[in-house]
């Protein structure tokens, strides 16, 4: 049987949210760390991506003040080795998802200079364009 997390009602909403988007039920994760240590990218990441599920199962909303949710370059190495088969990229992308629905603009394509544009990781791009164009 697998164990759920439960959360306070006042919570509940950003956490529902999340799942929805993501299509992850979130509250099946027990924090084991494989996710955070599967990852090639958590030296980069304000907070790892285990942190990024606990703070979401409490519905905690300044999850989304970090900048890992835009780190995450969805290479699937943490789905690959949940033992709860969880997607933690896609909790991910819901995240940046719901704080681009905000009218958030993390990044201006306009004012990157073409020598930067190689650097930076090409899903904070895709979510530039989406929230360009939606």
Do not use: H
């Not at 049987?1 to 909403?13: E, L």
């Not at 988007?21 to 990441?45: A, N, Q």
């Not at 997607?87 to 704080?99: H, N, Y």
């Not at 201006?108 to 979510?127: M, W, Y």
């Amino acid at each position: 049987m697998i164990k759920r997390v439960k959360i306070k009602s006042s919570n509940r909403d950003f956490l529902k949210k999340v799942e929805t988007l993501s299509g992850e039920d979130i509250t099946v994760c027990d924090r084991c760390g494989v996710c955070t240590g599967s990852c090639p990218l958590t030296i980069e990441m304000e907070i790892s991506p285990s942190n990024i599920m606990k703070m979401v199962q409490l519905g905690q909303e300044d999850v989304m003040d970090y900048n890992s949710m835009w780190v995450c370059s969805t290479c699937n190495y943490c789905t690959a080795r949940c033992p709860r088969g969880l997607d933690v990229s896609k909790v991910a992308e819901a995240l940046r998802q719901i704080k681009l629905r905000q009218s958030f603009d993390k990044i201006n394509i306009d004012k990157i200079p073409k020598e930067e544009l190689r650097e930076l990781p090409q899903i904070a791009l895709i979510g530039a364009f989406r929230r360009l164009t939606s």
